[in-house]
């Protein structure tokens, strides 16, 4: 079977720290892997997706980047966060590349930036 | 672009009771899906329940089901006999169904609180 595993589960950094967020999937191979982000109270926020190995998508500009050096791992980061950088973190992958796919999520990351 | 809204940010509803949660969506799409996203404490996004907007027929899972009226673009989520478990936030989503990879709109949420 196919599990999500993201981590940290919690993270504090100060301003100006960089960030490394990293999710790997399990069980599948060539998944399409997304990034989102929820603010407090709020939906999810596409970041990026990505279809294969090297190939990332942004949807929104921004102090982050993603990476994704093996086919089943994804890495969100940063090299100096921002304030406006907190939030929960969600990881997902999909099978395939239509709209009808449905997305599994990891268990998410908590970072404050005090 | 594609939007969905949640208008009720939060509900609740008594144990074993009915509860309905409302989304609307506007798209100039003809082929799309819909879905339902729970996200209860653990924070752990699960998906409820799926539509497929070229069917006539509500999706139905267990407790819950859908109402799904695509000239009004609307797409409500209906829990019956509701559980402590079921409380949650409730998110709908949208997807078109062209061959993207790009996934899912979402909406604010409704954090649904089941009272015993």
């Known amino acids: 079977s196919q599990t999500i595993h993201q981590w940290p589960a919690t993270l504090v950094q100060p301003v100006g720290s960089p960030l490394s967020l990293e999710c790997t999937v399990e069980g599948t191979s060539n998944p399409n892997l997304y990034w989102y982000r929820q603010a407090a109270g709020r939906g999810l926020q596409l970041l990026f997706y990505?279809?294969?190995?090297?190939?990332i998508s942004s949807e929104v500009p921004q102090n982050l980047s993603a990476s994704r050096p093996q086919d089943r791992q994804f890495i969100l980061s940063s090299k100096k966060l921002l304030l406006s950088d907190s939030g929960f973190y969600l990881c997902?992958?999909?099978?395939?590349?239509?709209?009808?796919?449905?997305?599994?999520f990891g268990s998410g990351t908590q970072l404050s930036v005090l | 672009a594609q939007t969905v809204t949640q208008s009720q940010p939060e509900m609740s509803v008594q144990e074993a009771e009915t509860v309905t949660l409302s989304c609307t969506y506007d798209?100039?799409?003809?082929?799309?899906?819909l879905f339902w996203y729970k996200q209860p404490p653990s924070r752990q996004m699960i998906l409820v329940i799926r539509?497929?907007?070229?069917?006539?027929q509500n999706a139905t899972e267990n407790r819950f089901s859908v109402n799904f009226q695509k000239a009004a673009k609307s797409f409500s989520l209906k829990i019956s006999d509701s559980q402590l478990g079921d409380t949650a936030m409730y998110f709908c989503a949208f997807s078109i169904s062209s061959g993207s990879a790009r996934q899912l709109t979402f909406g604010s949420g409704t954090q649904l609180t089941v009272l015993p």
């Open positions: 990505s279809v294969g190995i090297g190939q």
């Open positions: 997902a992958w999909a099978k395939g590349r239509t709209g009808a796919e449905k997305l599994f």
């Open positions: 539509q497929e907007a070229y069917k006539q």
């Open positions: 798209t100039s799409e003809n082929n799309y899906y």
